[in-house]
Each structure stands twice: as C-alpha cells, then as structure tokens.
C-alpha cells in the first residue's frame, strides 16, 4: 500500500526505469491504430537547457501523453541540432580557441567531442523529467542519417532550379564571417551620429547627413525625393564626393523621407538594405570597401586596413580638418545585427548557394492557409513575415562545422560536380567525383563552404519518416499530425520547414502547429543561454521540488503566452502533489476489500461524482485537443480539489467508515464511484504529473485494470454526462456551501451541530435528497433536515440563520 509521504526521489527514478525496461512508449511501426505524430524541435547545442526549454518541450510532451491515452500509436521522437554556428561557438568559448585559426578537421573532432557531452547531458534531464519519448527514434542533425537526407534535398532542389549558384551581395557577419539569411537578422537600437557632409553640385552645396562616413569612396549615387520642393532642381545633375573628388549622379525616388537628416540620402554599396535596393533599381556601380573580415579595403585611401569602428572615426577625424563637417549629432537609430552575435551585420558581394522563395511567396501562404495554427493569432506572424521577405534563402556558410555541399567545380572549365545520390553522405574536401568532368578534366575544387544548420533541421519531418532511405515511412508519416516550437523561429524553422515540405513533396509538412511563449526573468527580458539570467539549472529544481513539480508548473498559463517564472510557484505544486498522494491513501484504504463489483446500484451522490468526471474529463479533452494544456489542467484541478476532495469525500467519509449504520449495499456504492472516479483522476493527471500517479496505480489499481503501466491505459471518453444528476450534485454543493458559511461566519466549528436545517429546492430533487439524506445529516450535523418544493433553492438553519441561492 501507500507510504503515508510521497518519496519523489526514490520513485521517479525508479519508476523511469521501469518505463524504459517495459518499452511503454515505444513506438509501434506495424500497429494497426491510428498514428499520432509529433515534430519536435531538436534543440540546439549552444549551451546548457534552462527553464523556458523545460516549459515549451513539457507542454508539447503532454499533448503526446494524452494522444497516446486516447488508443492512438504516438510517433514522438527526439532530435539534437549539434552542428553549425551555435555549436562553434560554444566549441570556441569552453575550449579558449578560434576556429579559424587550426586545421579544420582537428577544430570538427573538438565540436563533435562538445556536443557528444552536451547530448548526453541533454538526454538525462528529459527523461529525469519522466518525457515519454521513444529514445529508439533518436537523431542528430550531424549524424550520417541526416546528413545524407540533407543533401540529397540539396541535390533535389538543384535539379529543380531552386537551388542556385550566384555571385550578388549578400548580408554578412564580419564576426562569424559568414553569409547569414534574412531570418537571422535581429533589430537593435543604438546610439550613433548623424554627420553633416557637403557635396559639391556646380558652384553649390548639398548638405547630407550620414551615420556611415567611411562608406563615401563607396558612394555612387545621391537620391531626393521627387516632390521635395527644396531640392527637387538637383535631380538629374551631378555631385562631387567630398575627400574622393569623383562624380555621382543625383537620382529622385519616394522611398527618400523629406523629414529624416536634411532630406538627401547618400547610397554607398553598401551601407544598408535600402541601398542594395537602389543599387539593384538603378543599375548602380559597384564599389568594395568592406572585406569579409570587417576591414576597409585596400585600395580605398585614408582608411584602408582599418576596421569599420578606426574607419569611421578617422574618417570623420579627416573631414574634420578639412572643414568637411559641418556637424555631428548624436542619435539612437535602429540597426540590423545578427542574432547568433549581436554585431552589426554588413552587406558584401559574395558567392553563395540560396534556395529560390520569392518566387513562390503565394504557396508558402496557401500552405498556412491548410494548416491548423495554435493559437490562431500566430497564423499572421507567419503571413506577415512571408509578405515582407525582400531575399531569397542563402544557405551557404563559411564555417566549419556543418552539413559539406555535395560538390565540387571543374578547375579547367568551371561547371559544377554534383555527387551522386547513392554515394551520400559525402565530404567534397575528403573525396573527388567518381568521374570527370564533361570537358575530361579531373581536376576539381572541393566546395568548402556548409550549409545553413536550418536547411538541415528544416528538414525534421523527412528526417523522422527517413524520405528516400530504406524504410522510408513518408507516406504513413507525413504530413505529421503536430509541430511544436516557439514563436520567435515561427520565421525560421516554421518557415523553412513548410518551403522543403512544398517543394519536396507537394504537401504541407504537419497538420496542426503549437506554438509555445517564452518564460520570463523579468518583465520583458525572456531566459535565454546566452543571457545566463536563469536562478537555477533544472536539475538543481527537479533535486529540490521534483520532475512532477516542475511538470505541473508548466501547465499554468495559455498557449502562446509568456509567463514569468519564481520559484514560489513551485510550491504550488508541492501542496497538491501532498494532496493528491493523501487523497490516495484515503481512498485505496476505504478500497481494500473493493472486488471491482460491476453490477452495483449507486446512490444519487456516487453517481453524481462518476458523472461530474465524465464531464470534467469530456472538457479537458476537449481543450487539450486544442493544445491547451494549461485550461485543461484547470478543469482537472476544479474536479479534484472541489468535486472530489472538498465535497464528495466528506459527503461518504462515514458510509465508507460505518457501513453498520448506512448499510453494506450503499458502502459498497461509494466504493464503486470512489474507484471509477479516482481512477479517472490518476488518468488525466497522467499527462501532466505521470510518476506519481504511476506510483498510485501500481500500488492498488492495477491488479484490477490488468494494465502494465497506467500510461497505456485509455480515457474513458464516455458519453455526455447526465445534466440531471449534475444539477442535482452542484445542489448539494451549494447546501454543504451555505451550511459551512453559516457556521464559519459565527465561529463554529465545522463540526458543531444544528437543530434544524430546512431545504426548499425543486421536486425533482427531493427523493434524490431523500436518498442522500444520512449522508447529509453525517457531514453537516443537522439533527433533523426537512425537505420542501421551492422554485429554487434556500437554506433556512436553526431559528433564522436564512441562507439563499
């Protein structure tokens, strides 16, 4: 039997291993139920887990706990990103080095090292957490697996013309010193200085205000809006670039604010996207001024081999002298930096691998238009952000540690060398292609860059259901049922998912999406890695509160919403694991010479309890198949502590203890309702506090379910509850509500007796009453209730205590 205190870190443990040595979630490829497929983040190597990554997978490993309780084949498996820039980074900072700066193949052996550790450590806390995930169905985005669906997708887009070779700006991070896509950008405003320069038109100054003044040798064109009256005159002629004394045309275009600086906007190649887009409109010249590394280019005078941050202070030094500047003015503008870094992101010609999108902005969207988003309002970040996209996908980077192109070019004639299919994974630097070039040339050059660690991870839908390998299971997987993420890569991972899944198979990639909010430090600052901002690791709050703990505390808020974190909330569910395990102990000891009688007649109380978990149970459901977890938990919760713990349980405490006085047949009727009820609530808090109802079941119930683990067990799913015996039961709640007011309003102990309580209700419910009467008289300590017809209900007790509802 139960112990009387609830001993978390002896059972968890031990019940975990049972679960795996009894293969409980494992999934069941050739079942014949239903599949239910869950596409869960892998998360990304960069550091150690914190709370938020506790709440966002805990969520979404609840919805997979209720789906396989509903008779389904739950396909949940598990994945890590351990390759690409997060995971250098990590390698570069434990381990004091720079990648850049040792062999290539020593540098990887480092990262695969790293993230071998971090996997390991990662796995141990999901499954200290109880997450009933098929370990058997494990990935990683490095692993031959993967890498070889990575490239074979490669290969596939390029035959379709959707992957392509080009030599075209792009954005750029001089600190990775990498190629980066539109969606690894991130704003942040920063203070800077607008300076006053004049350009020279004929015998007059034009005035232009620029944060960017190391950009003038690479200025090519001046541009005023066409309806500026002060300027308009200009439009057509040509200015003289102050300290470089070369020629610009002066172009007119509305994109130009009248309001901002003097009105006149210089465009250097390049000092933001606007300027690339006007490069691109007016077929501007090409000037280089910023190497890969961050340096000024050679050839450029005054400031050549300087960093952009010398550059621009010197050169401000030399228009200075010159009595160029005519002022300088500090301001806080917004800048594109890079999410991975936090440094500011330049714009450079470069060769790059992208992925076509712009041409089919209009599938990305009917694709959302077929998928169920959660919550719904999530649906427009999606759409907004598609609309907005102004670069096609570049997935090409100059790192070290990632998915290698399956390629190689020509030397002599310059084609491109794809590999063959059945020869991937490849790694063009550690072979050559098995035939020559179709000049006859067997000289090639390895393609060194690798690709972007979302064209790999957006991939995990093929990569579970292995697309194009033995035992490819596409067809009974895909699309998958749910994707589950957070909001902030709804542009990345979201996104890039659905534009392989489009181009691949023609079908979106899952159904339904859930997307989860973040957990606040504080209001407004989210915890991340790399913040470092979380109070305690979760193991150290799994020690000391409990994976059950931590558990329930995930499901305290509205999908999508973020929610602050503190551990004062902790013990919240510290006093209802006590409450559950206590309401345990009562009930299992009132059960034990319980046979699991089926034909048993109930009494109108019992029956309302079994009814009220129908229905408890029928509205949980009901939110979680919206993926709400936190309101179906709030249902659940109202059923336990209200229906059953603060009324039911007082209401037959003696008919269960003296069954000499109530009789044996109506003992046994609490016995019936309280078994099929408390059962009931061990199966919906399974899903969200799973070992210690485990623990419970073991104990008592499954001697009579014949069931291994309660987690295989199914919910009732009974049909709707009777509304008459539920009416009747929030009556008698509202009885036993007015009675324990009166007393407590006048001091009396719960306990006290009374002379008289008078209980005028419908007709309908007195012979339920009637039958209810002993029950009443034991938990209310009236010596006599008298039951008379009213329209609705009041309670008159004693000599005018007058209660109504």
Known sequence: ML??????????????????????????????KGVYSIDTPPPTVSGNLHIGHIFSYTQAEMIARFHRMQGQNVFYPFGFDDNGLPTERLVEKEEGIIAQDMPRSEFIKKCMSTTQKYEAEFKELWQSLGFSIDWSLQYETISPLAQRISQRSFLDLARKGKAYLKETPVLWCTSCQTSIAQAELDSLEKEAAFNWIPFQVEDEELIVATTRPELLCGCVALLIHPEDERYVKYIGKEAIVPLYDFPIPILGDKKVSKEKGTGIVMCATFGDTTDLEWYNVYRLPYKKIINPDGTISDDVPFIHGLNVGEAREKIINKLREEGLLKRSEK???????????????????????????????????????????????????????????????????????????????????????????????????????KEPCSCGSNSFIPEDAVMDTWATSSLTPMINSKWGEKGDASQKLLPMNMRTQAHEIIRTWAFYTIVKSIYHTGQIPWKDIMICGFVMAKQGEKISKSKNNASLSPKALIDKYSADGIRYWAANSKLGTDTMFSEDELQTSNRFLTKLWNAARFSVMHLGDYQKQKDVKLMPIDRWIVEKYKDAEAKAAAYLEQYEVGAARYEIDEFFWKDYCDNYLEIVKERLYKPEIHGYENRLSAQFALYTSFLGILKTYAIYVPHIVEEIYQAYFREYEETASIH?????????????????????????????????ERNLSLKTEVDTIRIFCPQSFIPLLEETRKDLHACTGAKTIEFREGEGLAVIIGKGGFCCY
Not at 719 to 743: C, H, M, N, P, S
Request: aromatic share 14%; hydrophobic share 35%.
């Open 3 to 32: 112990e009387k205190k609830y001993e978390f870190k002896e059972i968890e443990p031990k019940l975990q291993k049972f679960w795996e040595g009894e293969g409980i979630y494992h999934y069941e490829p050739d079942s014949s």
């Open 331 to 433: 301001i806080l503008h917004t800048v594109a930096v890079h999410e991975r870094c936090g440094k500011d992101i330049e714009i450079i010609t470069s060769k790059q691998w992208f992925i076509d999108i712009l041409n089919d902005k209009d599938k990305f969207l009917d694709a959302a238009d077929k998928i169920n988003w959660y919550p719904s309002s999530m649906k427009t970040r999606y759409e907004i952000w598609v609309q907005n996209l102004k670069w096609d996908w570049c997935i090409s980077r100059q790192r070290y540690f990632g998915v290698p192109f399956p390629l190689w070019y020509c030397k002599d004639c310059g084609s491109i060398i794809f590999a063959r299919e059945e020869d991937l994974p490849v790694n063009p630097l550690e072979s050559s292609p």
């Open 712 to 744: 295989k067990t199914i919910w009732s799913r009974a049909d709707e509850a009777d509304e008459d015996i539920l009416r009747f039961g929030e009556t008698v709640k509202q009885i036993l509500l007015e009675i324990r007011r009166y007393k407590s």
